[in-house]
């Protein structure tokens, strides 16, 4: 395929542009010329049921529809290749006209509506190009810096515009003659997109079975044409989409869900063109299931989320829950244990007032605390087992002084569990070692001097 596309470019390269006809030569083939005289007949003569019994290859109406698919790919190749050719005729006039105008159509009829004139404003474009567009068209060449074409060159150009008209024409009379036939040869496709964006698509990727093999991602680009904005927002302008786009479908979805419409139009469509080139349904109910299934979720993604039910609290159950155990639980347990100090503090007595802290009833209230006896908010409470555990941990270590005597030493030491404790600040002092520890950290030792003889 490269080297076919290596020997089409040097083709070109060695192809005369100043003569029209060596350039343009699909117009006097006798494939073009048997091919629209048969489409002529085919439109005046409308479409003979009698032929639609006999297998779909075998149908020379058939025949004839796959020789205009191939045609009108013919025939958009060589609009293109005469749009280059009427680009470089113009550009000396208007060399900014190319970059504003991008459809070769549209540039071929703006080119033999101007001609030579250099004031653009005197030329009426209404209804060749958007408001938008001749707006810019009017001011660009208001400040242009071509000149006016010799009338050789402008001759040619006014020829060349009108073959690339002509052959558009032409492509468009194969397009209607292919969609009036496309109940027949492409039923469940015509059923999801139409007739004629079925021809269309048809007609673009060259014939049935090329748009079956076709995957869905291409089928949606089918068609797809470069949009000049003229400065203008990207924002609201759809992108990368082909014919797909012209179906009844896709215009009547909301803008925000069209771009997932089209996916889902071009996945659908790829279906039915399969069913359609094995001739799996002639009836065309597969492709009426495919846009009723399309329809519905459209619908389906329009509708209102679902309205957040409260979440009912969880049946209880009478059954007693698995609580852990052991002896990790335990000591938590008597960790946070609520102390008996705490207990009596939140219970009153009855027919006897508690004391609070303000007094009056004030503050904070001391509940049964020293009602027991004496008066007195005091309460014995026994050593829990944590507690003795801790203080038999502190009184292992050693809270005394150090072993040094000085006039600062003290022989008493403060505990956190019993208070302050009498302990012998030399009962440690004989447990360090002798040898390197006596004489060097001894208090009485001192340096050796050796003499020398």
């Not at 025939?75 to 113009?90: A, L, P, Q, T, W």
């Not at 060159?153 to 003659?177: H, I």
């Not at 496309?182 to 059923?191: D, Q």
């Not at 027991?372 to 555990?389: P, T």
Request: aromatic residues 6%; positive net charge; charged residues 25%.
């Amino acid at each position: 395929m490269e080297e076919d596309v290596d020997g089409d470019l040097a083709d070109l390269e060695t192809l005369n542009y100043d003569d029209l006809d060596s350039v343009s030569k699909l117009q006097k083939t006798q494939r073009y010329t048997d091919i629209m005289q048969k489409v002529e007949e085919a439109l005046v003569k409308g479409s003979d049921m009698s032929s639609h019994g006999i297998v779909l290859e075998d149908d020379p109406e058939y025949q004839l529809i796959v020789d205009c698919n191939a045609l009108s790919v013919d025939i958009e190749n060589e609009i293109v290749i005469i749009h280059n050719f009427i680009r470089d005729k113009y550009r000396p006039k208007f060399p900014e006209l190319e970059s504003l105008v991008h459809h070769p159509i549209d540039y071929a009829r703006v080119v033999k509506k101007i001609g030579n004139e250099m004031d653009v404003t005197l030329v009426d474009l209404e209804g060749l190009l958007p408001s938008a567009i001749i707006m810019v068209v009017s001011v660009t060449a208001s400040t242009t810096s071509g000149k006016p074409l010799p009338e050789e060159v402008l001759t040619k150009t006014n020829e060349a515009c009108d073959r690339a008209l002509a052959l558009d024409s032409a492509k468009k009379k194969v397009l209607d003659f292919v969609e009036s036939r496309m109940g027949f040869i492409a039923p469940n496709l015509s059923a999801i997109v139409g007739s004629a964006v079925a021809a269309k698509l048809m007609g673009t990727a060259g014939g049935l079975t090329s748009l079956a093999k076709m995957p869905a991602c291409n089928v949606q680009l089918l068609g797809a044409k470069r949009k000049n904005l003229a400065g203008f927002s990207t924002a609201t302008s759809q992108f990368r989409v082909g014919y797909v786009e012209q179906t009844e479908i896709f215009q009547t979805t909301p803008p925000s869900l069209r771009m997932r419409a089209c996916r889902l139009l071009a996945a659908k469509s790829t279906l039915a063109a399969r069913v359609d080139s094995t001739r799996g349904d002639p009836s065309g109910n597969t492709g009426r299931a495919f846009r009723e299934e399309i329809r519905k979720k459209i619908e389906k993604w329009q509708e209102p989320p679902p309205a957040k039910q409260p979440k009912p609290l969880p049946v209880p159950d009478s059954e007693p829950k698995k609580k852990r155990g052991g002896r990790r639980l335990r000591k938590m347990k008597e960790r946070y244990a609520i102390t008996d100090m705490r207990k009596l503090a939140n219970r009153m007595q009855f027919g006897i007032p508690e004391e609070s802290s303000l007094g009056d009833g004030l503050g904070e209230g001391y509940g049964m605390l020293g009602q027991a006896g004496s008066g007195k908010l005091r309460v014995s409470m026994g050593q829990s087992k944590l507690a003795a555990k801790v203080a038999k941990k502190f009184k292992e270590k050693n809270y005394g002084s150090s072993g040094a005597t000085s006039g600062l030493t003290s022989s008493l030491a403060f505990t956190p569990v019993q208070g302050i404790e009498l302990s012998n600040p030399q009962a440690h002092a004989h447990q360090l070692g002798g040898g390197t520890q006596s004489t060097y950290f001894s208090e009485t030792g001192t340096f050796s001097k050796i003499k020398r003889i």
